[in-house]
């Protein structure tokens, strides 16, 4: 069956701009999941969605955002970009939150100038 | 969830026995021991995962030590392709959430 799928795979914006990522999960996933990694950082938990319902949020500014449609799909958008907001964007999928194995995408990749 | 400990970097020559070991002396009772590695401009892979007992699938073997301090992740027969960097995660199994705390993990060169 086909993986998590991630678009755009890379972009570039420029500071003060705002970006919106796509996830679509693996068929019957209910649970998306959204992480950043950057050198410095290392992987870092952003937020996870379940029924359309943010459940859990790590520790990012409001300008972090996200959300999830009806089909599981789902999105982030990352406004007032920041040179730091430059990272390797993934989303993660279970068929519910706590599920043994995550599967990941490849990861969207932003590069803010 | 608990932190975990691993060496920043390891070798292994192809063909032998990689065995990547994770400290996590404050571990709790009811958290579990997973593992994921990341190969190069990929996202993070599930591996294995237990609870205090050795467990083994088709990619590797986990050994938990009996007062769950500790853990080596058992390659038994290193390729090239699995250079990677990987992490050893503990958390809670429950339906709390997918929240995976990631620390650096152990960068693996598989060296022909």
């Known amino acids: 069956k086909a993986g998590v799928t991630q678009t755009p795979r890379y972009l570039i914006k420029t500071r003060g701009q705002q970006v919106t990522l796509s996830c679509s999960p693996i068929?019957?996933?209910?649970?998306v999941s959204w992480y950043q990694q950057t050198p410095g950082q290392g992987l870092q938990f952003l937020f996870e969605y379940f029924s359309e319902t943010q459940r859990n949020k790590g520790n990012f500014p409001g300008r972090f955002s996200g959300r999830q449609f009806s089909n599981s799909r789902s999105e982030m958008n990352v406004s007032t970009l920041e040179l730091g907001d430059s990272a390797l964007y993934l989303c993660a999928s279970s068929y519910y939150p706590g599920a043994n194995v995550l599967t990941f995408g490849a990861g969207s990749r932003l590069t803010v100038l | 969830d608990a932190k975990t400990t691993q060496p920043p970097s390891m070798d292994c020559a192809e063909g032998r026995a990689a065995n990547l070991p994770c400290n996590h002396s404050?571990?709790?009772?009811?958290?579990?021991v997973y593992w994921y590695r990341q190969i190069h401009s990929q996202g993070p892979q599930y591996i294995i995962h237990?609870?205090?007992n050795n467990e083994t699938n088709e990619m590797a073997s986990l050994i938990i030590t009996e007062d769950r301090k500790s853990s080596t992740l058992i390659l038994p027969h290193a390729t090239l392709r699995d250079t990677a960097v990987y992490y050893c995660i503990v958390r809670v199994n429950n339906n709390a959430g997918n929240m995976l705390t990631f620390g650096g993990g152990t960068r693996l060169m598989v060296k022909p």
């Open positions: 068929s019957g996933h209910r649970s």
């Open positions: 404050t571990i709790s009772g009811n958290e579990y």
């Open positions: 237990g609870l205090k």
